[in-house]
């Protein structure tokens, strides 16, 4: 959940991203050429070849990407799979798999004509059967999938040749576009089999840019080029995702040359990717991360259905202190699910800011108080203590746990620290609602609609809206954001959704980070834009004597 080609595909805006954020920084502007020997390397002309190694901190639970939540899956699938539209360097929408498109009656008729060019790994043809099929297969109540929501306002469908299709919508449906940014699924390959079982999910059939050449469980998937891929073979032979569950043993594989990228911690930035060895043979970057990170609260949990006691924990904590402590000062706290200085941000909201002693008011309101005098506060003769569960892995993450639970006790509350293997976390707690509380993350992309997050109706066993959260007033926003592309009806839709979570606290939200990635000198290509890096992946290369096979036997 922390990139965001990985992280869950759910929508936010981000209007007005400039591509480096509040601070620009030299070294988004360098690209480092030659090698470690002095080699001089000609960079100057894209050759085809090599092997570009990257890491994964989880697993991914399926290719099909409309089938998981996790970011490993979505990263590995928008190498497989193709959509009528995707973004470009600008984060503005335009045709892939479709050759154009109209938007008609006000925004309630979409009009699609497909490319005919497109093929599937297996030679058939890609046609207006295939979105048709994605469709249905979306908004079929049996498909196990968190994203019907945006296929299920279309009112009508209507295949209008072999390469061609419309959609209908009864009222505008400000993500109309958005929902065909989605992958599409081959009709002849999937039709009839069951998506919870279908091999096909581990071996998937797509018309993308690359494909599977192998997945080892827990150690590796390998991508090869697809040679017949529309938009032209990518330049690179093969990526390989090593799943490497911790930061710290990614950055020794990285520094020993065994990875090609990984995502920085703030301490390696700063302080051990110095020196000429980091200066020749890496390229650094640093621009605002398009995501959060979150304390999310289970409302179903005896502790936290109070809303005094949510925003007591607020109050007792230091987000100045948590991203100093956690990102180095490389990042910023964080106020709601928006990121500042985008236009749907609500900047009318102030921090709730560091005052334990409003926390303890609030609790003793709530009536929690230390009775039996073991520095512990109590109700009921239940202490206070509860566990704050996160993914193994991921150092950030547990940091910030270390320093809520540092203030909490300062105000009498208990807090342990678990964390849990990736699937197992996904599947067996928050899937299920076995938590109290949870640090996790969103990514926040391109428009300010969260209902699939935060709608009521999202608040079932597998839903987004896993911390069970329920408030009728929000319901109403979020249908009426979605049903508008009027801005200035939205900003005000919004500012009161921010309100909301403000005066309700269902997440403590606690900061936005720099995005930190660093790559090996030999990939050429990158360059930052308000997408970020890899909007041109498919572009990036090896110089012919940089192309090192390393082993594929970790």
Same mark, same amino acid.
């Given at each position: 959940?922390?990139?965001?080609?990985?992280?869950?595909?759910?929508?936010?805006?981000?209007?007005?991203?400039?591509?480096?954020?509040?601070?620009?920084?030299?070294?988004?502007?360098?690209?480092?050429?030659?090698?470690?020997? /002095?080699?001089?390397?000609?960079?100057?002309?894209?050759?085809?070849?090599?092997?570009?190694?990257?890491?994964?901190?989880?697993?991914?639970?399926?290719?099909?990407?409309?089938?998981?939540?996790?970011?490993?899956?979505?990263?590995?699938?928008?190498?497989?799979?193709?959509?009528?539209?995707?973004?470009?360097?600008?984060?503005?929408?335009?045709?892939?798999?479709?050759?154009?498109?109209?938007?008609?009656?006000?925004?309630?008729?979409?009009?699609?004509?497909?490319?005919?060019?497109?093929?599937?790994?297996?030679?058939?043809?890609?046609?207006?059967?295939?979105?048709?099929?994605?469709?249905?297969?979306?908004?079929?109540?049996?498909?196990?999938?968190?994203?019907?929501?945006?296929?299920?306002?279309?009112?009508?469908?209507?295949?209008?040749?072999?390469?061609?299709?419309?959609?209908?919508?009864?009222?505008?449906?400000?993500?109309?576009?958005?929902?065909?940014?989605?992958?599409?699924?081959?009709?002849?390959?999937?039709?009839?089999?069951?998506?919870?079982?279908?091999?096909?999910?581990?071996?998937?059939?797509?018309?993308?840019?690359?494909?599977?050449?192998?997945?080892?469980?827990?150690?590796?998937?390998?991508?090869?080029?697809?040679?017949?891929?529309?938009?032209?073979?990518?330049?690179?032979?093969?990526?390989?995702?090593?799943?490497?569950?911790?930061?710290?043993?990614?950055?020794?594989?990285?520094?020993?040359?065994?990875?090609?990228?990984?995502?920085?911690?703030?301490?390696?930035?700063?302080?051990?990717?110095?020196?000429?060895?980091?200066?020749?043979?890496?390229?650094?970057?640093?621009?605002?991360?398009?995501?959060?990170?979150?304390?999310?609260?289970?409302?179903?949990?005896?502790?936290?259905?109070?809303?005094?006691?949510?925003?007591?924990?607020?109050?007792?904590?230091?987000?100045?202190?948590?991203?100093?402590?956690?990102?180095?000062?490389?990042?910023?706290?964080?106020?709601?699910?928006? $990121?500042?200085?985008?236009?749907?941000?609500?900047?009318?909201?102030?921090?709730?800011?560091?005052?334990?002693?409003?926390?303890?008011?609030?609790?003793?309101?709530? /009536?929690?108080?230390?009775?039996?005098?073991?520095?512990?506060?109590?109700?009921?003769?239940?202490?206070?203590?509860?566990?704050?569960?996160?993914?193994?892995?991921?150092?950030?993450?547990?940091?910030?746990?270390?320093?809520?639970?540092?203030?909490?006790? /300062?105000?009498?509350?208990?807090? $342990?620290?678990?964390?849990?293997?990736?699937?197992?976390?996904?599947?067996?707690?928050?899937?299920?609602?076995?938590?109290?509380?949870?640090?996790?993350?969103?990514?926040?992309?391109?428009?300010?609609?969260?209902?699939?997050?935060?709608?009521?109706?999202?608040?079932?066993?597998?839903?987004?809206?896993?911390?069970?959260?329920?408030?009728?007033?929000?319901?109403?926003?979020?249908?009426?954001?979605?049903?508008?592309?009027?801005?200035?009806?939205? $900003?005000?839709?919004?500012?009161?959704?921010?309100?909301?979570?403000?005066?309700?606290?269902?997440?403590?939200?606690?900061?936005?980070?720099?995005?930190?990635?660093?790559?090996?000198?030999?990939?050429?290509?990158?360059?930052?834009?308000?997408?970020?890096?890899?909007?041109?992946?498919?572009?990036?290369?090896?110089?012919?004597?940089?192309?090192?096979?390393?082993?594929?036997?970790?």
């Amino acid at each position: 959940m922390n990139r965001l080609i990985s992280a869950l595909i759910i929508t936010f805006c981000l209007a007005s991203l400039t591509a480096c954020g509040p601070e620009n920084d030299a070294d988004n502007a360098k690209q480092v050429t030659g090698s470690s020997t /002095g080699q001089k390397i000609d960079d100057s002309n894209p050759v085809y070849g090599g092997r570009f190694t990257e890491p994964y901190l989880a697993e991914p639970m399926s290719l099909i990407s409309t089938l998981s939540t996790d970011a490993a899956s979505h990263a590995a699938a928008s190498k497989i799979f193709v959509s009528p539209l995707k973004y470009n360097k600008d984060i503005e929408l335009v045709p892939y798999a479709a050759e154009s498109f109209e938007v008609l009656d006000g925004g309630k008729l979409l009009k699609f004509k497909l490319r005919e060019d497109i093929q599937w790994f297996d030679g058939t043809p890609l046609t207006a059967e295939d979105v048709e099929f994605t469709y249905n297969l979306m908004v079929d109540p049996e498909t196990p999938t968190a994203y019907a929501g945006d296929f299920k306002n279309i009112k009508e469908f209507k295949r209008t040749g072999k390469y061609s299709f419309e959609v209908r919508y009864d009222k505008v449906f400000a993500r109309s576009l958005i929902t065909w940014a989605s992958d599409i699924l081959p009709k002849h390959i999937l039709e009839g089999e069951d998506l919870n079982t279908t091999k096909y999910r581990r071996n998937p059939i797509g018309a993308g840019p690359y494909k599977l050449k192998e997945w080892v469980p827990g150690r590796r998937l390998v991508l090869e080029a697809n040679e017949d891929y529309f938009e032209g073979r990518p330049y690179i032979d093969e990526l390989v995702y090593r799943i490497i569950p911790d930061l710290s043993t990614q950055f020794l594989e990285l520094k020993s040359g065994s990875l090609d990228d990984m995502g920085l911690t703030p301490q390696q930035y700063l302080f051990q990717t110095k020196g000429r060895k980091w200066e020749t043979e890496f390229q650094k970057f640093k621009y605002l991360s398009f995501s959060y990170t979150y304390l999310a609260f289970n409302m179903e949990s005896p502790f936290f259905g109070d809303v005094r006691v949510r925003k007591a924990v607020n109050y007792a904590l230091d987000k100045e202190e948590i991203v100093k402590g956690v990102l180095l000062g490389l990042g910023y706290p964080a106020l709601g699910p928006y $990121k500042p200085g985008t236009w749907v941000y609500n900047e009318k909201l102030k921090p709730y800011g560091y005052h334990p002693e409003k926390a303890m008011q609030l609790l003793k309101e709530a /009536g929690w108080a230390d009775t039996d005098g073991d520095g512990v506060l109590d109700r009921d003769g239940k202490p206070f203590s509860f566990t704050i569960i996160t993914n193994q892995g991921n150092s950030l993450r547990i940091k910030a746990a270390t320093i809520i639970q540092n203030r909490l006790k /300062g105000i009498g509350i208990e807090v $342990k620290i678990r964390t849990v293997e990736w699937a197992a976390f996904i599947k067996e707690f928050i899937d299920k609602g076995r938590f109290d509380a949870t640090i996790l993350g969103w990514n926040i992309l391109q428009d300010p609609d969260i209902y699939t997050v935060w709608h009521s109706s999202k608040a079932v066993s597998g839903g987004l809206n896993f911390i069970k959260y329920k408030n009728s007033e929000l319901d109403g926003l979020l249908e009426r954001g979605r049903s508008t592309l009027d801005q200035k009806e939205r $900003k005000v839709i919004y500012d009161r959704i921010q309100e909301i979570m403000y005066e309700e606290q269902p997440y403590c939200f606690l900061y936005v980070p720099m995005s930190l990635p660093i790559f090996s000198s030999r990939i050429k290509g990158l360059k930052i834009e308000p997408a970020g890096l890899d909007y041109n992946s498919n572009e990036w290369w090896i110089p012919a004597p940089l192309q090192k096979k390393q082993s594929l036997q970790q």
